[in-house]
Nanobody
Framework: QVELVESGGGLVQAGGSLTLSCAAS????????MGWFRQAPGKEREFVAS????????FYADSVKGRFTISRDNAKNTVFLQMTSLKPEDTAVYFC???????????????WGPGTQVTVSS
C-alpha cells in the first residue's frame, strides 16, 4: 500500500516555473515506477511523465518534453516534477501516481494522490 500526497501547485504566469512534489508513505516506494498525470476541466486525464524505480529511465509526453523534468529521491520517498516555460494549456490538476509497470495509461497505475491545481495565466 502506498499513499501519495502532492504539493507545490499554484498560480503562475506564462513562461514561469513551478516544482511539484509528491510525498509517499510506505517502505516499498523505491520499488515503484512513479508517474505524473494531469486533467484539465472537461478533458480526460493525460500522461505527463514517469520515472523508473531507480530513476534511470524517464518518459515524457511530447507536449512537455524539454520543459518538464521528473526526478525522485528514494531516501526521502519523494518524487518531483520541475515545470518550466509554462503555458496556459498546462493548466490542470496534477496527480502523482505509482505503478509496477511502465505505462502511459492511467488504468495501469495503482495508487493516486488527491491532486494539486496548477494554473498558468496568459
Amino acid at each position: 500500500q502506498v499513499e501519495l500526497v502532492e504539493s507545490g501547485g499554484g498560480l503562475v504566469q506564462a513562461g514561469g516555473s513551478l516544482t511539484l512534489s509528491c510525498a509517499a508513505s510506505g517502505r516499498t516506494f523505491s520499488r515503484y515506477v512513479m508517474g505524473w498525470f494531469r486533467q484539465a476541466p472537461g478533458k480526460e486525464r493525460e500522461f505527463v511523465a514517469s520515472i523508473s524505480s531507480n530513476g534511470g529511465i524517464r518518459f515524457y509526453a511530447d507536449s512537455v518534453k524539454g520543459r518538464f523534468t521528473i526526478s525522485r529521491d528514494n531516501a526521502k520517498n519523494t518524487v518531483f516534477l520541475q515545470m518550466t516555460s509554462l503555458k496556459p494549456e498546462d493548466t490542470a490538476v496534477y496527480f502523482c501516481t505509482a505503478t509496477r509497470v511502465y505505462s502511459r495509461s492511467s488504468i495501469d497505475y495503482d495508487y493516486w494522490g488527491p491532486g494539486t491545481q496548477v494554473t498558468v495565466s496568459s
